[in-house]
């Protein structure tokens, strides 16, 4: 990974080498836990109760990142039958009580973290999940002892659901930075198209064999052991091109 150049405008600021990075937002599902399969599993498993023949590896490629409602209403019109006023609500409970036992980061979450803040950045949460989920997910793998409850924001809670940018221009706007100075650890295309919107940097985690949208401002990596390095880099050019470093 490069640096953008001074003249490379169509670069958020976050990643220009005359720019500034100032926060670090992260995604859950996916980037710091891996639970995205646990609850596109319970989703199938729903899906299959209301008729809809739908298999665990289906529903985790159509069903992950979207909005519990929305995700409702297709099994609804896939299977011609008139889903529950509160199924979202009755999803969200199950997902909780199983995130309370059945939790797991992604291989080097703790670590990548640890990281993140001794490299001396502010870091906010950005997800789709529930707050009570979220709660969940890092009480149950230690993550919340690296982050702080009130960082921590909720698209589903917030009525702020990716891709729409506003969940991501909130934590910001919280933070008190312009979006162009800030970076997305993101794993799926909603996500990342969300970041793309705020007119924010994104790094995508997805193996390389993979395939990914391209756009300016958007990087990959395939381990969370790379995302540090790719901070460090950004911010020690950063660094040697300040005034006060001059």
Known sequence: ???????????????REDGALKLVIFDCDGVLVDGEHLSTAKMAE?????GWNLSNEEAHKIFTGGELVKIGERIGRETGKEMPANWDMMMQDRIVKMMETEAETIDGAHDMLQRVHDLGLPIRIGSNSS?????AKFSSTGLDELLEEERIHSGRDLDMPKPRPDLYLHAAELEGVGPEHCIVLEDSDTGAEAARRAGMACVLLRDLS????????????????????????ILDVQTARSPVAA
């Open 46 to 50: 729903e899906a299959r109760n209301y």
């Open 131 to 135: 707050g009570a989920e979220m709660e």
């Open 1 to 15: 990974m490069t640096v953008a150049p001074a003249h490379a405008t169509d670069i958020p600021a976050a990643l």
């Open 210 to 233: 993979q395939p990914a949208p391209s756009w300016p401002g958007l990087l990959r990596i395939g381990h969370l052991s790379e995302f540090p390095r790719i901070l460090k880099q």
